[in-house]
């Protein structure tokens, strides 16, 4: 894909009674890296050298992305966030540091609810807290309407059939489009991010993370008031994303008890581990590295 892979190797790990492909570089402190949609491990790219000359550095596709295992169920939250629990376990580790991205970002949330006790330090990377996204989701009209794909997602089938119909404009309208910094997004970029979609069962995996999330029975847990994370925490915010607004980072002190850092980075989008990845590596290193 580049020559950036040039020290990365592959992999794959059953973990929760699915098999998931995996890219690792480095040894030390285990870092799991969770992507968002509608990429893979591929959108880390620039993170795993840099973090691997400190640290064993894990990045899965994650269920249903990528070359990862496509099951017809396993989509809502708790059993994505038990998927990375089992990694950690099956590579030999106690606890990680978890750092997510968009979806992966609300994986990375939600267990540092659940599962507390198997994190060392979280990063998040535009992702709102569930409880925070479904609540603004629900009350707010201009957010409604920025995030009208999740609504429109909901349609069984159609969204698919629509989407794979105009794949190549669909996967460079939400990459580069959102983008602030046009340049991360080449049509070379956006070709190998819709190669992985075109992969039998990958784009259908990857829109039931939103069918699940809106589903009753979990849209009821995510209303109620969830346990404060007791876990040191990183926000890093693109501050023109056009998706997540950054006033989803307000009041984060109500559902963070333990020491977290919130940094918005202006002229950046959605996906700011590509736009701007230098600025990113050197908040992480300082971050995991204690700094």
């Known amino acids: 894909m580049s020559d950036l892979d040039t020290q990365w190797q592959h992999f794959f790990v059953d973990t929760n009674n699915i098999r998931l492909h995996c890219v690792t570089q480095g040894q030390g402190e285990l870092v799991v890296l969770l992507h968002g949609f509608p990429e893979f491990w591929y959108s880390w790219r620039y993170q795993i050298p840099a973090l691997a000359r400190h640290f064993k550095v894990v990045v899965p596709d994650l269920r249903g992305y990528n070359d990862s295992d496509k099951p017809d169920s396993g989509y809502d939250l708790d059993t994505l966030t038990k998927d990375i629990r089992g990694l950690i376990e099956r590579l030999g580790y106690v ?24 994190l060392d330090r979280l990063a998040i990377l535009n992702a709102a807290h569930p409880h925070k996204y479904i609540l603004e989701l629900m009350g707010n009209l201009d957010r409604l309407r920025k995030n009208w794909h999740v609504l429109a997602f ?16 669909f996967v460079k309208g939400l990459l580069q489009g959102q983008a602030i910094r046009k340049s991360a997004f080449s049509s070379e970029i956006t070709q190998i991010y819709q190669a992985a979609l075109e992969k039998p069962g990958a784009l259908v995996a990857a829109l039931k993370y ?45 559902l963070i008890a333990a020491p977290f850092r919130l940094k918005l980075i202006p002229n950046c989008g959605h996906c700011l581990q590509q736009e701007v990845p230098q600025t990113v590596n050197r908040e992480l290193l300082n971050f995991l590295r204690g700094r």
């Open 95 to 118: 606890k990680a540091h978890i750092v997510g991205h968009d979806c992966g970002g609300a994986i990375a949330w939600n267990m540092a609810q659940k599962f507390p006790q198997a």
């Open 210 to 254: 939103y069918r699940n999330l809106l589903l009753p029975q979990n849209l009821f847990n995510w209303f109620q008031k969830p346990t404060p994370i007791t876990t040191p925490t990183l926000i890093l915010w693109g501050e023109e994303d056009a998706l997540f607004s950054h006033q989803l980072t307000e009041d984060l002190d109500e």
């Open 154 to 169: 909901q349609v069984p089938g159609l969204p698919e059939l629509l989407i794979q119909q105009n794949l190549k404009d």
